[in-house]
């Protein structure tokens, strides 16, 4: 019978289930993944904002 594993996050690989990746290559791999997930919603963040800010300047330019 097949032991209780789980894989990894980064490549896949069988690993223990105490594990979360299954070396530290894989570990650096997913942080920098993650770091430019962020860096991407944040820019996004900001665009769309900047989007917003733009939008209501040109609506409420000649209210005022």
Same mark, same amino acid.
């Given at each position: 019978?097949?032991?209780?594993h /789980?894989?990894? $996050?980064?490549?896949? #690989?069988?690993?223990?289930? $105490?594990?979360?990746?299954? $070396?530290?290559?894989? *570990? *650096?791999?997913?942080?920098?993944?993650? /770091?430019?997930?962020? /860096?991407?919603? $944040?820019? %996004?963040?900001? @665009?769309? #904002?900047?989007?917003? @800010? %733009?939008?209501?300047?040109?609506? @409420?330019?000649? *209210?005022?």
């Amino acid at each position: 019978m097949i032991e209780p594993h /789980k894989h990894c $996050s980064g490549c896949g #690989a069988p690993m223990p289930m $105490s594990e979360r990746y299954c $070396s530290p290559k894989c *570990q *650096q791999i997913m942080e920098e993944k993650r /770091k430019k997930v962020n /860096k991407t919603k $944040s820019i %996004i963040y900001i @665009l769309f #904002a900047a989007f917003i @800010l %733009i939008w209501l300047y040109f609506m @409420l330019r000649g *209210q005022f």
